[in-house]
């Protein structure tokens, strides 16, 4: 809207406005409700483009927005008498009619619009098209229909699907796009991306239990795996993931194990929602099952990355010798850095070992690598550098990586270590000057970090110039970082009490909090997180409390209707939140909507 703002104030001091910012103010103002003077611009347009019919069509349903249906009428009128006109004005003074009130007229009208369909079927398309874009669904049908079979050439069975499912015949539809699908007639991702409208994640849903029975009968017909593929599908979006299971390892078996990609999928999907469970036995079948080296592989890292989720020292010795068995079977080379990369980390953030780590990773440099395998072994020794407090060597790997790489993302996300780094070493300036660059960075989590490390230092460095309490929080997020956990939560502490009403301490709440979450410490999360939210409701932080809030209520404490309480909170207060997109679905699935 500020951007929006400044362009009016440039054109009031233009002598002229043009063609393409009419345009674009017209569209504006309509976009924003202010009809009164979206229609000057629409009229202008209009007389200065009598041909073009989408300038004519704004300029309509701005007359309509305002009441001006006489005027409506007789632009519409008008544009019929110039002759060789598209059917849709037919519609479009039907359902001006309609607005009035006035349903007889209206039924004219749209006759007429049908009926030009047969001096040529292929107005078909857009008059169908038309129709639904006003709910007339009835008519839609008929326009669709008309024209097919007046010319069965014409296909628009994939649009008709759409409008059985715009009247609630969701059976009807979910019916016609299978049979679309199996006759090779339209993709099966354009016919998931409609369907995923009218599903839900409940599976005891009138709905999904409706496209589970038309897709199980479809699968006692037919035995083909694309009914396998829509079944694993559905059960994806009901987060029964060993179900999908089922039906991946169908496919892979009918496939003669061609290729493992969708069970990899599967596996990632399900330990992303903390289906452990599901993802253990889905990398188990992969690395039983696959004959490719490094699939396997993968598989088998991903399993010791299951079994450290519980941070239990007492399988660490069996998970070293299994890193050790690993890179005895594999060896040094290019094509397994992920393994060199796994072990590394496993022995500086797991067995507090960082010696042995970076000579595992400076041994992988002296493989024949390009630019970006050698960044991806930079990326992982500079961290572990930065374990050690060894800021400087680590500041050198990261700024390589930046220089070779510049407009990667593994670039962008060396440059954000760069500053993360100096945070650590307390030089704030230069950390700064870092952030700045990377507030544009083309991945949003690195913008994300980026603008909060920045406002966290900048916020900090003016109040405060000797810059005491954001020494404090650097030191604590640094031990955070090396996993020493409790001593971080001390260290937080100390500012808390130290350091009262000063801009740090909802920085420290919000780190502190979820220091505590890692420690099950669930109560005294929650009271750091309500704090913020009670006592920094305006600042930076609070939508990251809000929602810190819902997934803790959601995920962990089992009270959906406090959390649902926190994610509305971001929707209508804090609409440009980071948070805003994942807030939004989080409410609408405790809602029970049905998520696209």
Known sequence: ?????????????????????????????????????????????????????????????????????????????????????????????????????????????????????????????????????????????????????????????????????????????????????????????????????????????????????????????????????????????????????????????????????????????????????????????????????????????NLIDIQLLDNDPKKYAVIEKEFETLTQLHGYKAQTLQLQVAHANFLTFKMDKPEEAITILKNSLELPLNERGKAFIKLALGDILVFGQRFNEALIYFSQIQAKLKNDILGQNARFKVAQTSFYKGDFDWALTQLKVLRSSTSQLIANDAMQLSLLISDNSLQDSTQTALKKYARADLLAYQNKTKAAITALDDILQNHKGEKIEDEALLKQGKLLEEQMEYESAEFNYLKITEFYANDILADDAHFALGELYRTTLNQPEKAKEHYEKILFNYQDSYYFPQARKNFRILRGDAIN
Request: overall charge negative; charged content about 25%; proline content about 2%.
């Open 1 to 301: 809207m500020k951007h929006f703002i400044r362009c009016i104030l440039i054109l009031l001091f233009m002598p002229t406005i043009s063609h393409g910012q009419e345009d674009f103010l017209a569209k504006q103002y309509f976009n924003d409700g202010d009809y009164k003077k979206a229609v000057v611009y629409y009229e202008n347009l209009v007389r200065k483009n009598p041909r073009r019919t989408d300038y004519a069509e704004g300029l309509i349903a701005t007359y309509q927005q305002l009441e001006r249906f006489a005027d409506a009428e007789k632009l519409i009128l008008d544009k019929l008498e110039e002759g060789h006109v598209y059917p849709t004005l037919y519609i479009e003074l039907g359902y001006n009619y309609t607005l009035q009130n006035l349903p007889n007229e209206a039924t004219k009208y749209y006759r007429q619009a049908i009926d030009k369909i047969e001096e040529n079927p292929n107005f078909g398309y857009g008059v169908g098209y038309r129709f639904q874009k006003y709910a007339l669904l009835d008519q839609a049908l008929e326009a669709y229909s008309k024209a097919m079979e007046l010319n069965p050439k014409l296909d628009y069975n994939y649009q008709m699907a759409r409008v059985y499912g715009e009247q609630g015949n969701i059976e009807k539809m979910f019916h016609s796009y299978l049979n679309l699908i199996e006759q090779g007639r339209t993709s099966k991702s354009n016919v998931l991306r409609n369907i995923d409208d009218f599903i839900s994640s409940d599976s005891e849903s009138e709905n999904n239990i409706t496209l589970k029975s038309l897709l199980l009968k479809n699968a006692q017909k037919s035995p083909n795996t694309l009914w396998n593929e829509m079944l694993s599908w559905l059960f994806v979006q009901q987060k029964q993931y060993g179900s999908a299971f089922r039906q991946e390892k169908a496919i892979y078996r009918r496939m003669d194990g061609a290729n493992t990609q969708r069970l990899q999928e599967l596996g990632k999907t399900a330990l992303e929602d903390n289906d452990s469970e599901t993802a253990k036995e889905v990398y188990e079948y992969i690395t039983e099952n696959s004959g490719d080296e490094i699939v396997k592989l993968n598989a088998t890292l």
